[in-house]
T-cell receptor, first 114, second 111 residues
Framework: ETGVTQTPRHLVMGMTNKKSLKCEQH?????MYWYKQSAKKPLELMFV???????ENNSVPSRFSPECPNSSHLFLHLHTLQPEDSALYLC?????????????FGEGSRLTVL | TQLLKQSPQFLSIQEGENLTVYCNSS?????LQWYRQEPGEGPVLLVT?????EVKKLKRLTFQFGDARKDSSLHITAAQPGDTGLYLC???????????FGKGTTLSVSS
């Protein structure tokens, strides 16, 4: 496989469920990101990881819990979500965590919270 | 707070027409990037502009970075249905750790 792969592509969960989103990059990059894309809002940066270390948490509620076991894998653990958390969650990677670097995005995980 | 404002929000045109979309900010950016996102996919980088006043061309797409590095524009000549998508501009956040995005312009080109 090449590029950035996200699973699952679609997820429906109740507010009391616990689920996880998975992201894997095959590009040899050192930085990985989670973004949230909602209707009528800009892409919102959630978390940044550099060399497996979290370098940014953009005031994300604790019901979202990221995990980065190595430079190729990134998870987003979800629990006790709210309906307003329904969105497209995009994972991205870049060579380094620098602004001028190109971000490579996965196709996203479409989350619906009932 | 850094903000990137994109206009128009929606644009629906006929094949063969020309169009321009804008990305504006009150903040100075060291560079700006343009991405295109098609339905069911993640955004894909089109271009990065770095120097104030810079113009870059990608086939029928022309990108310009404002002299003051606060704004950018994307001009498409003779639009085609394949140009349909969400066009996003992005710039480096103040911490220099990631990109922030505008809301995007949704372009629909019909044949």
């Amino acid at each position: 496989e090449t590029g950035v792969t996200q699973t699952p592509r679609h997820l429906v969960m109740g507010m009391t469920n616990k689920k996880s989103l998975k992201c894997e990059q095959h590009l040899g990059h050192n930085a990985m990101y989670w973004y949230k894309q909602s209707a009528k809002k800009p892409l919102e940066l959630m978390f940044v990881y550099n060399f497996k270390e979290q370098t940014e948490n953009n005031s994300v509620p604790s019901r979202f819990s990221p995990e980065c076991p190595n430079s190729s894998h990134l998870f987003l653990h979800l629990h006790t979500l709210q309906p307003e958390d329904s969105a497209l969650y995009l994972c991205a990677s870049s060579q380094l965590s620098v602004g001028t670097g190109e971000l490579f995005f996965g196709e996203g995980s479409r989350l619906t919270v009932l | 707070t850094q903000l990137l404002k994109q206009s128009p929000q929606f644009l629906s045109i006929q094949e063969g027409e020309n169009l321009t979309v804008y990305c504006n900010s009150s903040s100075v950016f060291s560079s700006l990037q343009w991405y295109r996102q098609e339905p069911g996919e993640g955004p894909v980088l089109l271009v990065t502009v770095v120097t104030g006043g810079e113009v870059k061309k990608l086939k029928r797409l022309t990108f310009q970075f404002g002299d003051a590095r606060k704004d950018s524009s994307l001009h498409i000549t003779a639009a085609q249905p394949g140009d349909t998508g969400l066009y996003l501009c992005a710039g480096e956040n103040q911490a220099g750790t990631a990109l922030i995005f505008g809301k995007g312009t949704t372009l629909s080109v019909s044949s």
